[in-house]
């Protein structure tokens, strides 16, 4: 089992619709959870990050993190062409490192 | 925000040849840098802690000695592809954490594209 997995995609949304990305991780020890935007060619740019159940809302991007269910989620609200990227969810273990696991990322497709 | 540059963003080498690659953060002191690659359609893989003023902590199945890291000042690390052969080629990226403890999110350099001919 990989330590944080997240659906390849490609998932392709209409523009203005509400684009839902999902990321399950192993290590019940998580303490932090961050999901990064990357365009091809480019390095991850962070986009939220979450360390509480519940949801934490940025603009149009809305975080929803479930322990018990060791389950993160990412909400794109009213998604534009320019979202189209791949989305990477990271998770900082409970050792304290400050390393970072990724997923392998799902890549987004919003259709104009 | 937090600013980490990496320089440089793209360098095409010879097989056999060594390269450096520089990671810096402008605008805060990074006792810890993260040094991560990247092959086309897949995820971002940790090879390595880079620790200010101590050794760096390599991952499972990454060659030590054939990736050397140097974290010489708070600012500054470098990784040294050392005989690179073109399995080597891939997306370097370095990062940078800003703050202490485990909470603080990761701020990720431009990446150095390497092409090993």
């Known amino acids: 089992q990989k330590e944080v997995e997240q659906n390849s995609g490609p998932l392709s949304v209409p523009e203005g619709a509400i684009a839902s990305l999902n990321c399950t991780y192993s290590?019940?020890?998580?303490?932090?959870f961050f999901w990064y935007r990357q365009y091809s060619g480019k390095s991850p740019e962070l986009i939220m990050f979450i360390y509480s159940n519940g949801d934490k809302e940025d603009g149009r991007f809305t975080a929803q993190l479930n322990k018990a269910s060791q389950y993160v989620s990412l909400l794109i609200r009213d998604s534009q062409p320019s979202d189209s990227a791949t989305y990477l969810c990271a998770v900082k273990g409970g050792s304290n490192t400050g390393k970072l696991i990724f997923g392998q990322g799902t890549t987004l497709q919003v259709k104009p | 925000g937090a600013v980490v540059s990496q320089h440089p963003s793209r360098v095409i080498c010879k097989s056999g040849t060594s390269v450096k690659i520089e990671c810096r953060s402008l605008?805060?002191?990074?006792?810890?840098m993260f040094w991560y690659r990247q092959f086309p359609k897949q995820s971002l893989m940790l090879m390595a802690t880079?620790?200010?003023?101590?050794?760096?902590?390599?991952e499972q199945g990454v060659e030590k000695d054939k990736f050397l890291i140097n974290h010489a000042s708070l600012t500054l690390s470098t990784l040294t592809v050392t005989s690179a052969h073109p399995e080597d080629s891939s997306f370097y990226i370095c990062?940078?954490?800003?703050?202490?403890?485990?909470?603080?999110?990761?701020?990720f350099g431009n990446g150095t594209r390497l092409t090993v001919t």
């Open positions: 880079s620790n200010e003023g101590s050794k760096a902590t390599y």
């Open positions: 990062s940078a954490t800003q703050g202490g403890g485990g909470g603080s999110p990761l701020h």
């Open positions: 290590d019940r020890g998580s303490q932090s």
């Open positions: 605008d805060f002191q990074a006792t810890t």
